[in-house]
């Protein structure tokens, strides 16, 4: 049988020039019996633009605040301009965790075929038959986003250590976290540390030392790519660090979502948690704390905002066939998507007065 593909990239209409709105990929095939099909994939890795330029970067605020609530709007919108039969979109949707964050509620419009959870994740599967010209599906989440980070991990004393069998996915090497190769053992093999928290503080160091912020482009690069070209996004910076941190090991994983620490507005972002032995998994933000002071930069290391709205922790989800937040498969001809984050209600942080 004879195979023909093509692959066409489309940028959203209303994203912005970074990588992380939704990006489009279709291919199409053609076998020896005429017979057609077409898959979209919705691709979404964080990128992260917001006074990430260093000379832009001022130096935090003293005070961390220690949560907020946001409510907001997730909207995707499906142009079906030909005839097709069929379409299947699942997208991961963000769940309570401990420490992270509270999901208050969530409603959907259309209520979704099923909801079903894998991988620690949660997902929603939206099934149009015979779709109109226009369909469209909406999820409404409120959500309290508490903060969390190594000096707030310390404050509160130490977590139960995970059995070792369930920190084990997260020493491996993965697409885009390429810790065996022989660059990263070479570099991991150079960081050092009397502690935990000391080597993923050197490799936080040894990041931020060796990346320029610079967008690359819609696809992922991976960690050693990262580190061939010196620069790239949150996603690169996240790779990196979570390969590094692998290769000397160290549990580490990516987080996926979106930040809000921007005023009204939220952009699709990359960070890292990793598993320290004394407090379990800690979140570390390596795209937020490239700055070039050195007494700002250790601040960032352990301080973050209650800013982080967390979807995922899976880098190489199989659900989405590798791709982040959300997938879509049709059958029929062509169509197209468009995705939107609206806030609706976006609480003051809320001070420490403990």
């Not at 099923?114 to 010209?133: C, L, M, Q, S, T």
């Not at 960081?191 to 690359?216: H, Q, R």
Request: aromatic share 12%.
């Amino acid at each position: 049988m004879r195979l023909q593909q093509f692959v066409l990239v489309l940028l959203l209409v209303g994203s912005a020039s970074w990588r992380g709105h939704l990006a489009l990929v279709y291919s199409r095939w053609q076998d020896a019996s005429g017979t057609q099909g077409r898959d979209g994939l919705a691709t979404a890795g964080g990128r992260f633009v917001p006074q990430q330029a260093r000379e832009h970067q001022r130096v935090p605020d003293r005070a961390f605040p220690q949560s907020r609530t946001v409510e907001f709007d997730l909207s995707y919108d499906f142009s079906v301009p030909g005839e097709t039969q069929r379409i299947a979109f699942v997208l991961v949707l963000p769940k309570s965790i401990p420490d992270r964050q509270n999901i208050l509620s969530m409603s959907y419009s259309p209520r979704p075929s099923r909801i079903f959870h894998e991988n620690g994740n949660h997902y929603a599967e939206f099934v149009f038959n015979e779709p109109d010209k226009h369909e469209k599906v909406k999820i409404s989440i409120k959500a309290e986003l508490f903060r969390y980070d190594l000096f707030t991990a310390r404050k509160n004393g130490g977590k139960p250590a995970h059995e070792s069998d369930e920190l084990v996915d997260f020493l491996k090497q993965e697409k885009y976290i390429e810790k065996d190769h022989h660059q990263m053992q070479e570099i991991a093999g150079g960081i050092e540390g009397e502690t935990d928290i000391d080597i993923v503080k050197n490799v936080y160091d040894y990041v931020l030392d060796n990346m320029e912020y610079s967008v690359l482009g819609r696809r992922d690069w991976g960690a050693v790519k990262a580190l061939e070209l010196g620069k790239g996004d949150c996603t690169e910076y996240s790779d990196l660090f979570v390969a590094l941190c692998r290769a000397k090991n160290i549990p580490a994983r990516v987080a996926s979502g979106y930040t809000v620490g921007f005023g009204q507005t939220a952009t699709k972002h990359n960070w890292a948690e990793v598993y320290l032995q004394d407090y379990g998994w800690v979140p570390f933000d390596p795209t937020a704390g490239d700055v070039r002071n050195v007494m700002v930069r250790g601040t960032l290391f352990s301080n973050l905002r209650p800013v982080y709205i967390y979807f995922s922790h899976v880098r190489s989800d199989a659900v989405l066939r590798n791709y982040n937040l959300g997938a879509y498969t049709y059958w029929g001809e062509r169509i197209k998507i468009t995705d939107s984050i609206e806030f609706k209600h976006y609480a003051p942080l809320i001070p420490d007065t403990r």
